[in-house]
């Protein structure tokens, strides 16, 4: 996750949510996410929370962790008691980092089996973890499917090894087909994640990552464009002049490629950033292989986000834990909230959240959602060739592929 | 070396025998401000505890900027031999943009003490100040300042000044502000060299009034010197520009602050208070005198300021708008020179233009703006004033490039300067380059010493009021020095180039500039529009036109990307507080037909690229 936390208000040490979180809850979903903030390396562009140190003190080293995260599921099993918000069997649980596979795969079991024995899971839950190509073995994703774990998200990112050595990825490209080869025998789903748009990345070189993705036969792929973030390596790079700086209309190029090049092999986008494998129907997202933890952000679900710097949410309450392992360890240790601020959203707030996510979704924004204020603004986003016309008029706003790549704008010209 | 006076002279009873009336003429740095407090510190006015930096100019931007912006009179006691003398320090501002105010100043002495750092030599708005005082005949006391400093070349500028004035290399003082060495010096030089002020006592009152200070407390305070006659508490006395009269509710001296008196006698400087608001009921140059027995003829010499450059300023957020008017209508009460009058901008709101004497004036009055009353403003590109004659013989003077005239237009004249440049003689060929390629006409170079050199041309005041004193500043490394005044004016071939945008034009951006020119405008605006406006969702052309006749054109391509690609461990918080950002971003653009422009593409463009680069840093 982004290294800066937010500004909110400050969050109570027993973890108590206010009375509005509770309301309604019942008829929500329910997620988990697990942050394992550890990397072997850290990559140049990367600003996510983790670290490369097996030793940080204080209960937060590598080999403490699974018992502090477990703290934290048992912690927010009782916060949530408290809070009045019903126990519901999770129905997606999701592994991000850092790099979960790093730590053995009993560790992440470990962890997976607190939340169920907290809240249980829904039949057919999702159960993913990240990956990176280099940090598994056949036996470790076994022995992660034997823990019930349904799916794997392989960090590829790229199939051109001089773009891997830009972004600092250690994995050869053909690790990749054979780590999926693993998983699939393992027989977990697999999703692949790219990344666009790294300095020195020709059109070729993005075309050879999508057929190689395509070649290991996903079941999902996701493509993000490199976003520069300050204070990274790859920032200081740029400056420097070292390595050349990243261009918007290349990346919007490299889009619709990834869009035309997805879609050909039958995948369908079911969110700006996300395709899936036989997706298709008047409800993408509903297809067997959309990831449904991602949706679940996308439609304001309720989870808790168990790590450090991981954020949550329940019912309209979002927080979000402290950063460092250490001081993280140290508030579970104590009994407390690991949470630094948390914010409680006002319903404009929320309405406002509901245009800005919902509308990066294929199944649309149901015009109803959006202000009256910005109605008039929905036929200029259609004459501008920014929403699909005739999804408007059956009363839902679904990007165009030019409008998913100017998503912010129409946003912008949707809330007042 | 002469004590501290043991009893000064009482105003209003002070013999002008015993009075000394100066200035000190020096430029912006030199250290006037420093050698003037020595002064007050030395005749003991100011007790060391009460000293404080510079302590004249009041102003904090004066403070900041180690200029002074308005000139007062301090009365200092100094003993010779026993006789305790009254000395006047009239401070004088030291640019170019008030030449009028320091020529009343120097109309109120005898003497002027011509102040040059001994590492730097005379400047430009030195020797132009130089030549005023001589032709008002002032004894001259020629002193180098901070011969303290390891750089200072106090014989090579010594030789300098003597062949200036005229006179001995050996006459010319060295003294350090700083560490007071050789100011008590000076202050003996002061009573010995400068003559006494003659005056008729008996003769009606007759009071040159050589500035005058809005202060919220005590109403205008007026500078005056007393040359026939005297003032007197309680009287009502006469502008005689005007004929108003006002009863004279305190007269006194300051020393350093007001101390009032019974009065003000013959040679005598010091203020008075009537209890007008306004300045303009206070003008500088004019006479004073008493109302029961009036003057018949006043000291002459009195001018109206004269607005030289226009700019229009415009609040960044228009509902500011009320809070421009009244500021600028506070600011008006303090400066005769400020003028203004409403006006509308289809791409920057309401506003106002607003005629200054130059652009420090108006850097000063905008600063004063923003930092006093707290105000974010844009400024226009400053224009002069152009008289416009019409095919059908009707004359049309237009300050603001988009009133010029669309119709038929016979001949545009402008307004010139002269202008004397002092600089190193290596830089003679960059100066006459950059004077040549401003349309100047060169009138004369001398030769002050054997490297330093003047220039002097005759040049639109349109091609120095941009950014001329930056580009000779950056040609000369910085030693060159500028001085103008208005000199006439005469007709060219000007033209106004337009720019729009998506075909809309844009008024703020309008310009009138010479025909060969036109093009340079247009392809530098287009290009420069080119990068500060960000992508549309459509294609944005750029135009530069005289008339109907396009003659630059740039293109803003079509935006392609402009979404947030992931959205990392549900990280919402944060991408909403990114959309609050744009959509603050977005309250922050003025819109040109369908174009979002922000408001810094505005300032930026009307920015010369100097000072964008002094911003940037």
Excluded at chain 1, 160 to 167: D, E, F, G, I
Excluded at chain 1, 344 to 352: G, K, P, S, V
Excluded at chain 2, 253 to 275: F, R
Excluded at chain 2, 294 to 315: C, E, I, N, R, T
Aim: proline share 6%; net charge negative.
């Amino acid at each position: 996750m982004p290294s800066a936390l937010p500004l909110g208000d400050p969050a109570p040490a027993d973890g108590v949510l206010p009375p509005q979180a509770a309301v309604g809850a019942g008829e929500r979903g329910f997620s988990l996410y697990a942050h394992i903030p550890f990397c072997a390396v850290r990559c140049g562009y990367c600003d996510f929370n983790t670290y490369t140190a097996t030793e940080l003190g204080g209960g937060a080293s590598q080999a403490a962790y699974a018992a502090t995260a477990a703290s934290e599921v048992r912690f927010a099993a009782a916060a949530l008691d408290a809070s009045g918000v019903p126990r519901r069997p999770m129905s997606t649980v999701f592994f991000g980092g850092g790099t979960p596979t790093i730590l053995p795969a009993s560790d992440l079991a470990a962890i997976l089996a607190a939340a169920v024995d907290a809240w249980g899971l829904e039949p057919g839950a999702e159960i993913t973890t990240e990956a990176n190509p280099d940090s598994v073995t056949p036996a470790s994703l076994e022995a992660l499917a034997e823990a019930g774990f349904t799916r794997v998200s392989f960090g590829m990112q790229s199939a051109v090894p001089h773009v891997l050595k830009v972004l600092d990825r250690t994995h050869s490209p053909g690790r990749v087909p054979e780590a999926v080869r693993w998983a699939r025998d393992a027989g977990l789903d697999v999703s692949l994640d790219l990344i666009y748009g790294t300095p020195g990345e020709s059109m070729a070189d993005w075309r050879a990552s999508l057929d190689a993705a395509l070649a290991c036969d996903p079941d999902h792929v996701s493509a993000y464009a490199l976003i520069v973030e300050d204070g990274t390596k790859l920032a200081a790079q740029i400056r420097r002049g070292e390595v050349p700086e990243t261009d918007d209309d290349e990346h919007a190029e490299k889009y619709e490629l990834a869009d035309a090049v997805l879609a050909e092999a039958g995948y369908a986008w079911y969110e700006v950033s996300n395709w899936a494998r036989g997706a298709g129907g008047d409800s993408p997202e509903g297809a067997r292989y959309a990831c449904r933890h991602n949706l679940a952000y996308w439609n304001g679900g309720d989870w808790w986000g168990i790590g450090p710097g991981a954020h949550s949410h329940v019912g309209g309450v979002r927080w979000w834990n402290v950063k460092h392992p250490t001081a993280y360890a140290g508030r579970l240790a104590r009994g407390e909230s690991p949470a630094a601020g948390r914010e409680t959203l006002d319903a404009e707030t929320r309405h406002t959240e509901r245009v800005l996510l919902g509308l990066r979704l294929a199944s649309g924004l149901p015009v109803a959602d959006v202000p009256v204020e910005g109605r008039a603004a929905v036929a200029g986003l259609i004459a501008d060739g920014l929403v699909e016309g005739p999804a408007a008029l059956r009363g839902r706003l679904v990007l165009t592929l030019r409008g998913r790549l100017l998503a912010d704008a129409a946003v912008r010209r949707l809330l007042p | 070396m002469s004590p501290m006076a043991r009893t000064a002279p009482v105003p209003a009873a002070t013999d002008p025998s015993i009075i000394r009336n100066f200035c000190i003429i020096a430029h912006i740095d030199h250290g006037k401000s420093t050698l003037a407090d020595r002064m007050l510190q030395f005749t003991g006015v100011v007790q060391p505890r009460d000293m404080k930096a510079q302590y004249l100019d009041r102003m904090d931007i004066e403070r900041e900027r180690g200029i002074t912006i308005k000139s007062q009179a301090v009365r200092m006691p100094w003993e010779v031999e026993g006789t305790a003398y009254a000395l006047n320090m009239i401070d004088t501002p030291g640019h170019v943009d008030f030449t009028y105010e320091v020529s009343r100043s120097l109309a109120a002495c005898e003497g002027a003490v011509l102040l040059v750092d001994a590492a730097q030599g005379i400047e430009a708005q030195t020797l132009a100040n130089l030549y005023l005082a001589m032709e008002n005949d002032l004894t001259i006391i020629p002193v180098l300042n901070k011969i303290d400093l390891p750089a200072a070349q106090p014989e090579k500028y010594a030789e300098e000044l003597a062949n200036l004035i005229g006179g001995d290399p050996a006459d010319v003082l060295k003294v350090s502000g700083k560490t007071g060495v050789g100011v008590e010096g000076l202050l003996d030089r002061i009573v010995a060299d400068i003559p006494a002020p003659v005056g008729d006592a008996a003769a009606p009152a007759r009071a040159m009034i050589f500035d005058s200070v809005y202060d919220t407390y005590r109403g205008v305070v007026t500078y005056v010197r007393v040359v026939d006659g005297s003032l007197n508490p309680r009287e009502r006395i006469q502008m005689m520009s005007t004929k108003a009269s006002h009863e004279l509710l305190e007269i006194g001296v300051i020393s350093p602050e007001p101390i009032p008196s019974k009065g003000l006698g013959v040679g005598e400087v010091g203020y008075l208070i009537t209890g007008v608001k306004d300045v303009r009921q206070s003008k500088v140059g004019d006479t004073i005198t008493n109302l029961s027995k009036p003057a018949a003829q006043s000291l002459g010499g009195y001018q109206d300021p004269k607005p030289m450059v226009f700019s229009g300023l415009y609040p960044l957020d228009g509902s500011d708008y009320p809070d421009l008017r009244d500021a600028l209508d506070k600011l008006k009460l303090n400066d005769a020179a400020l003028v203004y009058e409403p006006e509308t901008s289809a791409a920057l709101g309401f506003g106002f233009r607003v005629g200054f004497l130059g652009l420090l004036h108006l850097e000063i009055v905008r600063e004063r703006l923003e930092r006093e009353f707290n105000l974010d403003l844009i400024s226009t590109a400053p224009n002069v004033i152009y008289d416009v004659t019409l095919e059908d013989t009707s004359v049309v003077t237009v300050t603001n490039p988009s009133e010029f005239p669309t119709g038929k237009v016979k001949e545009v004249r402008e307004p010139m300067v002269s202008a004397t440049i002092l600089a190193p003689n290596e830089f003679v060929g960059a100066i006459m380059e950059l004077c040549q390629g401003r349309r100047g006409q060169m009138k004369g170079m001398d030769y002050l010493s054997e490297d330093r050199v003047e220039l002097r041309y005759w040049i639109p005041l349109a091609e120095i009021v941009f950014d001329f004193f930056d580009q000779l500043k950056s040609k000369t490394r910085g030693y060159a020095s500028l001085d103008w005044k208005a000199d006439g004016e005469q007709a060219a071939d000007l033209v106004k180039v337009d720019i729009l945008l998506q075909g809309e034009q844009v008024d703020a951006f309008s310009a009138i500039t010479h025909r060969d020119k036109a093009y340079a405008y247009g392809t530098m605006m287009t290009a420069k529009l080119r990068e500060l406006i960000p992508r549309q969702q459509f294609e944005v052309p750029i135009q530069a036109a005289i008339g109907s006749r396009i003659i630059a054109r740039e293109n803003i391509r079509a935006i392609r990307k402009d979404v947030l690609a992931k959205c990392y461990g549900g990280d919402i918080t944060r991408k909403r507080k990114l959309l609050e950002k744009q959509k603050e971003g977005k309250k922050r653009m003025k819109m040109v037909g369908r174009v979002e422009v922000p408001q810094e593409a505005f300032i930026a463009a009307l920015t010369t690229d100097e000072s964008k680069d002094k911003a940037k840093k």
